[in-house]
């Protein structure tokens, strides 16, 4: 059972180009979420979806677009990479709504914008 | 809105000591609570959650943690750490009329000595 697995684990970017980051998850989970992960700030929200064809905006959704076309698929964009995208992204889903519902983690997206 | 703080950003314990990790929290009742655990390279792995009732809980791993209304606090502890303890250690919170959305603290990293 793969859980929560992440697409790719690590890239390089130049700043302008664009790339999609993906999450797919097995456990049949309605809720999936985008996070980044910056040093000293824990994990912000980015983008979450509460079913497929929904998304909805987290805490920092500024550059950044997602879809969720599949129920067992999210997907991240970038458009046009900036250095302060540098970060590590995580994607997470959980099976109900509500703040008591564990999030399942993938291992994570290292990405780098030079 | 709900915030989370966790004070120490690094903590070296020698292996087979006692831990103790603080969080503390903001949030004007009784919010949900949970630590995750991140090793290096991976994803991040639910250790424990505080939802209602006995206010200390038992994790995995041989973590627990106490949650204190009074102090707004929700430390995590282990009796004798062992050196594979080390990793970052994240106190999230979550508020019903939030929704699924968690707050995460910026993050412990434990470091063992051996």
């Known amino acids: 059972n793969a859980g929560v697995t992440q697409t790719p684990k690590f890239r390089v970017l130049k700043t302008g180009q664009s790339m999609t980051l993906l999450c797919a998850q097995d456990m049949n989970h309605e809720y999936m979420y985008w996070y980044r992960q910056d040093p000293g700030m824990g994990l912000r929200l980015i983008h979450y979806s509460v079913g497929e064809g929904t998304t909805a905006k987290g805490e920092v959704p500024d550059g950044y677009n997602v879809s969720r076309l599949k129920k067992q698929n999210f997907l991240l964009g970038l458009e046009s990479a900036a250095p302060s995208q540098t970060s590590v992204y995580f994607c997470?889903?959980?099976?109900?709504?509500?703040?008591?519902?564990?999030?399942?983690f993938g291992d994570g997206t290292r990405l780098s914008i030079l | 809105a709900q915030s989370v703080t966790q004070p120490d950003i690094h903590i070296t314990v020698s292996e087979g000591a006692s831990l103790e990790l603080r969080c503390n929290y903001s949030?004007?009742?009784?919010?949900?609570l949970f630590w995750y655990v991140q090793s290096p390279g991976q994803g991040l792995q639910l250790l424990l959650k505080y939802f209602s009732g006995d206010t200390l809980v038992q994790g995995i791993k041989g973590f627990e943690a106490e949650f204190k209304r009074s102090q707004s606090s929700f430390n995590l502890r282990k009796p004798s750490v062992h050196w594979s303890d080390a990793a970052e250690y994240f106190c999230a919170v979550g508020a019903p009329e939030y929704g699924n959305k968690l707050v995460f603290g910026a993050g412990t990293i434990l470091r063992v000595k051996s």
């Open positions: 949030y004007g009742a009784t919010p949900y």
């Open positions: 997470a889903s959980s099976y109900g709504w509500g703040a008591d519902q564990p999030q399942h």
